[in-house]
């Protein structure tokens, strides 16, 4: 599903990292630039896809303790990914760009859209966190669950490096 990607992970990637510390704030009380922002959230892009494709291959053999192991390293890196972005992404643009109507309302509406898939993402890891246990009923909804979530994910994260992270510069 992810074969768009496959040229960009030949490189060998690093593991996820835990997110940076809050960046300080400005003298003016706002949060600062951080230059390596946008190399680390597409980082992170890349390892979710990795993971995406390793759960997919193992449920596919029905490994689903790897499976498990997986779920719990790909929530880890989105909840880090989502905080990094809330608290480093969003708050930086929406300073700098006070004066700039519409693309804060373009920031904004990209803020909205990512917590609720957020939300869905972290609704189904809850669902399979303990996926060995998972009834047979459960298993069968598993990998349309997962395609969706892939397919949503997928897109969204298209739009980020295309859209929103161009908008992420030292000096608006």
Do not use: C, W
């Not at 949060?31 to 992170?44: H, S, T, V």
Request: net charge neutral; glycine share 6%.
């Amino acid at each position: 599903m992810f074969d768009f990607f496959k040229k960009k992970e030949e490189k060998k990637s690093a593991p996820a990292a835990a997110p940076a510390p809050a960046p300080a704030p400005t003298q003016s009380g706002g949060i600062q630039f951080y230059p390596e922002l946008i190399k680390d959230l597409i980082g992170d892009h890349r390892r979710l896809f990795q993971l995406y494709d390793s759960i997919k291959e193992n449920f596919t053999r029905r490994d689903l303790a790897t499976v498990s192991g997986n779920l719990k390293e790909f929530g880890a890196l989105v909840r880090n990914h989502l905080l990094t972005e809330n608290m480093r992404l969003y708050i930086y643009l929406q300073q700098q760009m006070a004066g700039d109507e519409i693309n804060s309302a373009l920031v904004r509406s990209f803020r909205k859209e990512m917590d609720g898939i957020g939300k869905n993402v972290l609704d189904f890891l809850e669902k399979y966190k303990e996926i060995e246990k998972s009834s047979d009923a459960d298993l069968s909804s598993f990998s349309g669950e997962l395609d969706q979530i892939g397919s949503v994910v997928s897109t969204r994260m298209k739009r980020e490096e295309l859209t929103l992270y161009p908008l992420y510069v030292s000096k608006y």
